[in-house]
Nanobody, 127 residues
Framework: VQLQASGGGLVQAGGSLRLSCEIS??????????MGWFRQAPGKEREFVAL????????HYAASVKGRFTVSKDNTENIVYLQMNSLKPEDTAVYYC???????????????????WGKGTQVTVSS
């Protein structure tokens, strides 16, 4: 599958953004996958943000975003969303989506479990 993240931008602290991850290619096996969101700030490691299992819709969040971010999916359009509310300057990063091809069978939040990284989208939160 191929992934393309979009929806980033510049927003003031306390504001909201919704990111989209469009999935294309061989989507007939999506039911076995988890779709993850990661982010990477300048000078820092890429870190897990959230994931959703395509089958069943189980969600999982990093502690730093829980209660502020919501991950969801559109089964018809094959799009994964990341709704980000109450944004903070420390949320500033490039956001990426990626796929865990065996996510149906496990819950993994480490970068190495994910692949097919799309081009990221920049989110900048001003104070």
């Amino acid at each position: 599958v191929q992934l393309q993240a979009s929806g980033g931008g510049l927003v003031q602290a306390g504001g909201s953004l919704r990111l989209s991850c469009e999935i294309s290619g061989r989507t007939e096996t999506l039911n076995r996958y988890s779709m993850g969101w990661f982010r990477q700030a300048p000078g820092k490691e890429r870190e897990f943000v959230a994931l959703i299992k395509w089958s069943g819709g189980t969600e999982h969040y990093a502690a730093s975003v829980k209660g502020r971010f919501t991950v969801s999916k559109d089964n018809t359009e094959n799009i994964v969303y990341l709704q980000m509310n109450s944004l903070k300057p420390e949320d500033t990063a490039v956001y990426y989506c990626a796929v865990d091809r065996t996510g149906y069978y496990r819950l993994m939040t480490i970068r190495s479990a994910f692949e097919n990284w799309g081009k990221g989208t920049q989110v900048t939160v001003s104070s």
